[in-house]
């Protein structure tokens, strides 16, 4: 299972960014597929995700309104769209794959893609 995760940058405040995690070995509709942020000296932490059985989706409060998670079973792709970002948004933002996981919980996902930069920065 691979995880390529892109789409980082650097955005002024009230910018909007587009992540993107392309995954290979793993149909996707078997997984939940979640996006987690670490900002330098913070705990990673759980910013949305999808479970494609049930199509059901999470977001962590702080990004409610603003951030927006969707797939492309066919492409075998996951997105995050991110607007109105906040210096507050700026982390390391990774995605991660299970077949069964806790959207808030980083320790319940098994494979992890390579962390995309996210500055939001006037």
């Known amino acids: 299972v691979q995880l390529q995760a892109s789409g980082g940058g650097l955005v002024q405040p009230g910018g909007s960014l587009r992540l993107s995690c392309v995954a290979s070995?793993?149909?996707?509709?078997?997984?939940?597929i979640g996006w987690f942020r670490q900002a330098p000296g913070k705990e990673r932490e759980g910013v949305s995700c999808?479970?494609?059985?049930?199509?059901?989706?999470y977001y962590v409060d702080s990004v409610k309104g603003r951030f927006t998670i969707y797939g492309d079973i066919g492409k075998s792709a996951v997105y995050l769209q991110m607007n109105s970002l906040t210096p507050e948004d700026t982390a390391a933002y990774y995605c991660?794959?299970?077949?069964?996981?806790?959207?808030?919980?980083?320790?319940?996902?098994?494979?992890w893609g390579q962390g995309t930069l996210v500055t939001v920065s006037s």
């Open positions: 991660a794959a299970a077949r069964g996981a806790s959207c808030s919980d980083y320790r319940t996902f098994t494979y």
């Open positions: 070995g793993v149909i996707l509709g078997y997984y939940v």
């Open positions: 999808i479970r494609f059985s049930g199509n059901s989706t």
